[in-house]
């Protein structure tokens, strides 16, 4: 099985900053990967397919890269509604879906 | 305006089987490429992919689970039924049913999430 490993857990970090959110997997999985965004009490909420594709209706301080087994996520200018957990997810591995175990951002 | 929800029992007992609706709207499950899956997440623990049932029928299971896990659908109703057999507490958690689109790997549209404890 894939296994996706996200770092870091947590961070802590202030408006206005960049931050940087990375998922490795143990296996190539070309660019099958996505990113969620979850709010406490709340479903998942899509950001980024297929390693890059910017979700419609997703603000665009929101980008995603990488390819075979190391990905990141950025968000360019944290603003206070991008204070969540935030989850990488592959589709490489027939017939499998799986998560990494997130990452807190917190404000500092 | 897609939407799903998830409904069934909050409360089960230990060997008991859950049985979990998701009602959707907003798409069909007859359109070629479509699927739903049941994703779950243990309070304060991460997503756990469990099922998807593809428009053709095709039903995909998580392996660790495979036993336990039967996903059905009821196009007529817009619905997918999951069961799980044989809960124990550890299964506690919030369980979501989300849209898998046409060609896609990802899940675009998801519920609100239905919280399931597993006690005696």
């Known amino acids: 099985d894939i296994q996706m490993t996200q770092s870091p857990s947590a961070l802590s970090a202030s408006l206005g900053d960049s931050v940087t959110i990375t998922c490795r997997a143990s296996?190539?999985?070309?660019?099958?990967l996505a990113w969620y965004q979850q709010k406490p009490g709340k479903a998942p909420k899509l950001l980024i397919y297929?390693?890059?594709s910017l979700q419609s209706g997703v603000p665009s301080r929101f980008s995603g890269s990488g390819s075979g087994t190391e990905f990141t996520l950025t968000i360019s200018s944290l603003q206070p509604d991008d204070f969540a957990t935030y989850y990488c997810?592959?589709?490489?591995?027939?017939?499998?879906?799986?998560f990494g175990q997130g990452t807190k951002v917190e404000i500092k | 305006q897609i939407t799903l929800k998830e409904s069934g029992p909050t409360l089960v007992k230990p060997t008991q089987t859950l049985t979990l609706t998701c009602t959707f709207s907003?798409?069909?499950?007859?359109?070629?490429?479509?699927?739903v899956a049941w994703i779950r997440q243990p309070p304060g623990k991460a997503l756990e992919w469990l099922a998807l049932?593809?428009?053709?029928?095709?039903?995909r299971y998580s392996p660790s689970l495979k036993t336990r896990l039967t996903i059905t659908k009821d196009t007529s109703k817009s619905q997918v039924v999951l069961t799980m057999t044989n809960m124990d507490p550890v299964d506690r958690a919030t369980y979501y049913c989300?849209?898998?689109?046409?060609?896609?790997?990802?899940?675009?549209?998801w519920g609100q999430g239905t919280l399931v404890t597993v006690s005696s």
């Open positions: 997810q592959q589709y490489n591995s027939y017939p499998t879906w799986t």
């Open positions: 989300a849209r898998q689109g046409y060609g896609d790997y990802h899940f675009d549209y």
């Open positions: 049932i593809y428009w053709d029928d095709t039903k």
């Open positions: 296996q190539s999985i070309s660019t099958w």
């Open positions: 297929k390693a890059s």
């Open positions: 907003g798409f069909s499950l007859t359109t070629t490429g479509v699927g």
